[in-house]
């Protein structure tokens, strides 16, 4: 059973910088879908970027790109989200979510079938 943890989150003011991890365990083939997606009060999760653990590919969504960049390490186990120059439309619950050994990663939230508790981002001007 893959289990998730994210870490990293915070309150910073605008322009300010964050890390999240996302600590993966479970995992029983060497590529997996990773996501992060977030969630604003009041709003729908919205989806940020995937990255398939162990390879190169990885995808943003355009309004991120730029801002945001995803990582992981070696292994594959730990997926980074560095965000920068945040402001405060990026106030949100941000979780990460796997589709182990998936093929093809998608950008919906349905495709994903393990998820995290979240970490809370709170942007203040």
């Known amino acids: 059973q893959v289990q998730l943890v994210e870490s990293g989150g915070g309150s910073v003011r605008t322009g300010g910088s964050l890390r999240l991890s996302c600590a993966a365990s479970g995992f029983t083939r060497e590529r997996n879908c990773v996501a992060w997606f977030r969630q604003a009060p009041g709003k729908e999760r919205e989806w940020i970027v995937y990255?398939?653990?162990?390879?190169?590919?990885?995808y943003y969504n355009s309004d991120m790109r730029g801002r945001f960049t995803v990582s992981q390490d070696n292994a594959g186990n730990t997926v980074y989200l560095q965000m920068n120059n945040l402001q405060p439309s990026d106030t949100a619950m941000y979780f990460c979510?796997?589709?182990?050994?998936?093929?093809?990663?998608?950008?919906?939230?349905?495709?994903?079938?393990?998820w995290g508790q979240g970490t809370r981002v709170t942007v203040s001007q």
């Open positions: 979510a796997a589709d182990p050994g998936a093929a093809v990663c998608g950008i919906s939230e349905k495709y994903y079938t393990s």
């Open positions: 990255i398939k653990t162990n390879s190169d590919r990885l």
